[in-house]
């Protein structure tokens, strides 16, 4: 029989969390449904691989928005992870956990309990960080944490640039102070990609009471009001995967609210029109849909030390296989091991802006190399008040949902954007950069002007890939909300969504890290367990806030 006390919707950063921690104690049951295959092989497993597994069909649902109306109609990428460990087997690696006010916001806006005084614990819980600020840091949970090497000049050059340039440095972004230039950190443990998958899900899958049934999620199963489990399609049949206690979705910010919806929980008027019945009149399923944006700033570099020098077959050959052979080498690391996280003007209390630093000029997704040596700041701002939705185009659960962000919607984000260009430029201007620094790839020494500038962005912005907030949590009485504090589907009993569809607003920096959180954390509500002391710990706040952005 198909049947557990407990199964989860997707096996991705979440959902791998909470298969790990809802199983640990061995008195519960636990089922994962997953469509996607196995994470085994190079381009997964290799950290420098990153670009190829979020363009391989296999490895991803292949989602795209539809034509952004304030991007001149372009059609941008939406990857998800359809495989073992979700997205976190496709993303870049790198760890954020937030700042900490982003959390404090999502309580202050209805999400009692997960101010960041409360997660705080989870996120030292969940993680094994050798190098981070003591007694902010986790060191001996599943998720392996670490700091690239930082071996090219290049990646000092730029923390000292933000330095010249009068901004804070810090040592540990994930510790207190988060404002400022320093080392970033991966999701990286002996050479390999750290991923859910790795972290939790196959220790999970060791122990007896945890199984992984591949299938396609149909809908959820609901009588009376109560979720009895998940129809599924595995190997061209329907069949049912039943909850003896609960179903938690963990499917992502696209898959969740498609799912929901499928099921008839969503937005009563655009459900009837598919001919689905509902069961509960939630308008804000797909709805509260949030990312962020960035662009990438590239500069040409006078001296041959950028990783441009390793684009050619035969060095691809070589790190290959000093990877494979040794897990060392240039295959082992992402290669984003500089950051900074700033602040965009006074008056902002924390910071709105984040900084990945990459020495090489090169797209996210591997493609259009600048033909020379150079390097390059992916840089966008952090809380963009655009919000989109996630909507069916049909009852047919294999047609793929709508996607709309509305990026670029609000005239704030444009204004935004340009002062980050400037902003990257006179960082790259600073004595520290002096010896490397050529011509300006991109945008152009010409691209100058306010309207040069907008025409740039909206040819050229492109996702980071932060899809959140399409099941946003929130109080029981804001018909807004979808899920309760607990996480609980308001309006069906044994129901949760556990995953970055749930965040009320987008955090700072990348979604991996908060994504597990929740799911440590859901894994406490949904044991009914006592949960982890709040924290007292206080984060570093920039004295100078409201007078100056350093």
Known sequence: MLEADYV??????????????????????????????????????????????MNMRRYDWGYSTQPEPHLGGRVLATPRGK????????????YVRGHARDFDHWAETGAAGWAFADVLPYFKRMENAKDGENGWRGTDGPLHVQRGQRLNPLFQAFIEAGREAGFEVTDDYNGAKQEGFGPM?????????????????????????VSLVKGFARRIVIENQRATGVEIEARNAIQVVKARREVVVAASAINSPKLLMLSGIGPAEELRRLGIEVIADRPGVGKNLQDHLELYIQ????????????????????????????????????HFEAAAFLRSRAGVEYPDIQ???LPVAIRYDGKAAAKAHGFQAHVGPMRSKSRGAVTLTSSDPWKAPEIRFNYMAHEDDWADFRHCIRLTRSIFAQDAFAPYRGHEIAPGDDVASDEALNEFIREHVESAYHPCGTCRMGDRADSASVVDPQLRVIGVEGLRVADSSTFPRITNGNLNAPSIMVGEKASDHILGKPLLPPSNREPWINPRWQVCDR
């Open 355 to 357: 900084y990945h630093f």
């Open 185 to 209: 950190e991966q999701t990286i443990h002996q050479g390999r990609r750290w991923s859910a998958a790795n972290a939790y899900l196959k220790p999970a899958l060791k122990r007896q009471n």
């Open 83 to 94: 495989v073992i460990g979700g997205s976190s087997s496709i993303n870049g690696m790198v």
């Open 299 to 334: 500069q040409a570099c006078l001296e041959p030390i950028t990783l441009y020098s390793k684009l050619g077959l035969a060095s691809k050959a070589l790190i290959g296989a000093e990877w494979l052979l040794f897990k060392s080498g240039l295959g082992a690391s992402n």
């Open 8 to 53: 989860i919707v997707g096996s991705g950063s979440a959902g791998s969390a909470l298969a790990y921690r809802l199983s640990e104690d061995g008195k519960h049951s636990v089922i994962v449904i997953e469509y996607g295959g196995s994470d085994f092989g190079p381009f997964i497993q290799m950290p420098a691989a990153l670009s190829f597994p």
